[in-house]
């Protein structure tokens, strides 16, 4: 498997996308990570 940092002590895995959460999308209870995912998918 290839890696494209190494990984360090206690760091854990980074992330290939950063998805970061509105307040509104929270307040909404929106799963922003999944709505991400799912049009990552529909892409292919």
């Known amino acids: 498997m290839y890696l494209k940092k190494p ?4 760091e854990g895995i980074i992330p290939d996308h950063e998805v970061k959460q509105t307040l509104e999308d929270f307040l909404q ?6 709505e991400y995912t799912l049009k990552l998918i529909e892409q292919k």
Do not use: A, E, S
Not at 7 to 10: G, Q, Y
Not at 29 to 34: A, I, V
């Open 7 to 10: 990984i360090r002590f206690l």
């Open 29 to 34: 209870n929106k799963d922003t990570q999944f």
